[in-house]
């Protein structure tokens, strides 16, 4: 028998229609047609869905495990996501919780190629917390966002990536932007020893193939996609045809599919190949719980069929008085984010950016 991939959804239904209900997934999730219909005994065997389980959560909630054929994902990271959530992602009573995904699958789409360990590795970070701000607004010119870089640098943060929303504007195209970066950093740390530049990729995968280059003709190895926007297929092309390049994913459109966030961001992410993983932090600009992000993080870093892990960022209106309840919560195996509250500094920035680096690596871990 061929292996099975095991999809975990979580079901708003009544007990009397349950069972209706997950049965009807299992074949909208497969063959998408009356079971009368099909006359292949192959197709009845293998690849129409099987319900494995149903459970009741609480009153009108229940989880609901259903197998699902992997060679019908094919090794393509779109058809996956398809595969386990297509059309019935378009049901807002259905949220896909969770997938137990055969060790050949992950194995073929590879995971991170440098993970938590290499990210350190090259700020001279080993055991550490790590640390990241972002330019921004939006708005600023190549010239502008150097001198924020410059001065983020001078305060000793580890990583400083771009907005998401900074792509190839008018005001700043991607070329010029990673070449003032990259020149204002090198200023200070020439042979980039300390600090790393991520520019956020934009466009279709030609694109985004172009300035992967332009990122590299200026020293530059490490780079942010947004998944959900460039497509999952493209972000996991991009990871294997770059192997030097470490890819941080950013979680922009994610909350769209109603699938739930430590599968999406903390394990999927990591599968296709990110080596660090944004996330909203808990009692931030966002919705999720400590125990969402609890689960995320762990999901980033556990021991999973050989995978390096990849690095959680909780990100989303951080502020430096949170840095101690942060690391107590997540540990040293941690990128801290904070982007707004520091640039709140002004003209004090670099001293901000010091006293956020200096909590962080004055943080006794338990």
């Known amino acids: 028998m061929s292996p099975r991939l095991q999809a975990i959804y979580h079901i708003r239904s009544d007990a009397r229609s349950i069972e209706a209900r997950a049965r009807a997934i299992a074949v909208e999730q497969s063959v998408e047609m009356p079971l009368s219909a099909i006359a292949d005994e192959f197709v009845h065997a293998e690849i129409v869905g099987r319900v494995e389980g149903i459970a009741e959560q609480e009153p009108g909630l229940f989880e609901v495990r259903i197998s699902l054929a992997a060679q019908t994902v094919g090794g393509d990271p779109g058809q996956l996501i398809n595969m386990l959530f297509g059309n019935t992602s378009l049901h807002d009573d259905v949220t896909l919780h969770d997938v137990a995904l055969p060790a050949e699958l992950v194995k073929g789409f590879g995971g991170p190629r440098h993970g938590l360990h290499e990210l350190r590795r090259r700020v001279g970070a080993p055991a550490r917390a ?13 010239a502008g966002l150097a001198d924020l870089a410059l001065r983020f640098a001078r305060g000793g943060v580890d990583y400083i990536k771009d907005d998401h929303g900074l792509a190839d504007q008018a ?14 950093l090198r200023t200070l740390d020439p042979g980039g020893k300390t600090v790393r530049y991520v520019p956020s990729l934009a466009g279709d995968l030609d694109a985004m193939r172009e300035q992967i280059d332009d990122a590299g003709r200026a020293g530059v190895d490490t780079v942010m996609v947004a998944p959900m926007i460039a497509g999952l297929s493209n972000f996991h092309r991009l990871v294997r045809e770059h192997p030097t390049v470490a890819f941080v994913a950013h979680p922009t459109m994610a909350g769209a599919a109603q699938i739930a966030p430590a599968f999406l961001l903390g394990t999927l992410f990591r599968v296709l190949g990110a080596d660090a993983v944004v996330f909203p932090n808990y009692g931030g600009r966002f919705g999720y719980s400590p125990d969402t992000c609890r689960a995320l993080a762990r999901a980033a870093l556990d021991d999973r069929d050989g995978l390096r892990p990849s690095v959680p960022v909780p990100a989303g209106g951080m502020t430096t008085d949170r840095v101690p309840e942060m690391l ?21 920035l670099t001293e901000a950016t010091a006293a956020f680096v200096a909590k962080v690596r004055g943080h006794a871990y338990g």
């Open 328 to 348: 107590d919560f997540y540990g040293a195996d941690v990128m801290l984010l904070i982007g707004g509250a520091l640039l709140e500094a002004r003209e004090q």
């Open 130 to 142: 790590l640390t990241c701000s972002a330019l921004k607004p939006q708005g600023l010119p190549p």
């Open 171 to 184: 005001y700043s195209p991607f070329r010029a932007r990673v070449d003032a970066v990259a020149e204002a």
